[in-house]
Nanobody, 125 residues
């Protein structure tokens, strides 16, 4: 069972930065082809894809609205996935979720098997 715990959310002014972390456990990198993703859900909206990274780190994908501002990365030694968020905008306000799947990279939330509890990001104007 893969276990995910997010941290790093908070309140920031527009134009500021935050780095989200996702501590992962319950699997072995050597046993599975894993994909790690970040999703977000704003009040009254569907959960949407933000970014994903392949198990090797060689393949990443971002939703258009965050390209050039957000960077996803992972540190295998620390079993942690990160989302560096720069130039934040009020429309980035949402609960951010870390997700994982055993398989190749996809942007489809229904294809992720494991989810964290979420961390709130609030960007003030």
């Amino acid at each position: 069972q893969v276990h995910l715990v997010e941290s790093g959310g908070g309140l920031v002014q527009a134009g500021g930065s935050l780095r989200l972390s996702c501590a992962t456990s319950g699997y072995s990198y050597s046993n599975y082809v894993m994909t790690w993703g970040w999703f977000r859900q704003a009040p009254g909206k569907e959960r949407e894809f933000v970014a994903a990274i392949s198990w090797s780190g060689g393949n990443t994908n971002y939703t258009d609205s965050v390209k050039g501002r957000f960077t996803i990365s992972r540190d295998n030694a620390k079993n942690t996935v990160y989302l560096q968020m720069n130039s934040l905008k009020p429309e980035d306000t949402a609960v951010y979720y870390c997700a994982a799947r055993r398989g190749v990279l996809t942007t489809k939330k229904n294809e992720y098997d494991y989810w964290g509890q979420g961390t709130q990001v609030t960007v003030s104007a």
